[in-house]
Nanobody, 121 residues
C-alpha cells in the first residue's frame, strides 16, 4: 500500500514536498516513482529513483526544480518541488516498480491514491 501526502495550494515560485509512505512490501528492494495527471491530460512520468537511491530520472521540464529521494529505513519516498509553476498543477501519484530499477516505465505496478497539487499564478 502506498499513501501520498504533502499536496496543497502554493503560489508560483513556491515549494512543496510530497511524501509516499509504503507498507506491505520490502520497500528497499524496489524502484519508486512519481507521476502526475492534469485535468484533461494523460498521466505522465515525473521522476523515479532506483532501489538504493543511486539512480534518478526526471521529466525534462522539472529538472533542476524537483528532487526525488527515498529513506529506506522509513519506507518513504519524497518529491521536493521548488520554483513551482502553474503547469505543475496536477494530481500526483506515487508508484512502486516491480524491480530494483525504474525501466521499463510499464513496470510501475502499484499506485497510491494521489494527492492534489495546485500552483496559482
Amino acid at each position: 500500500q502506498l499513501v501520498e501526502s504533502g499536496g496543497g495550494l502554493v503560489q508560483a515560485g513556491g515549494s512543496l514536498r510530497l511524501s509516499c509512505a509504503a507498507s506491505g512490501r520490502t520497500f528497499s528492494y524496489y524502484a519508486m516513482g512519481w507521476f502526475r495527471q492534469a485535468p484533461g491530460k494523460e498521466r505522465e512520468f515525473v521522476s523515479a529513483i532506483s532501489f538504493s537511491g543511486g539512480q534518478t530520472y526526471y521529466l525534462e521540464s522539472v529538472k533542476g526544480r524537483f528532487t526525488i529521494s527515498r529513506d529506506n529505513a522509513k519506507r518513504t519516498a519524497y518529491l521536493q518541488m521548488n520554483n513551482m509553476k502553474p503547469e505543475d498543477t496536477a494530481v500526483y501519484y506515487c508508484a512502486a516498480h516491480e524491480s530494483p530499477y525504474m525501466n521499463p516505465v510499464s513496470g510501475f505496478k502499484w499506485w497510491g491514491q494521489g494527492t492534489q497539487v495546485t500552483v496559482s499564478s
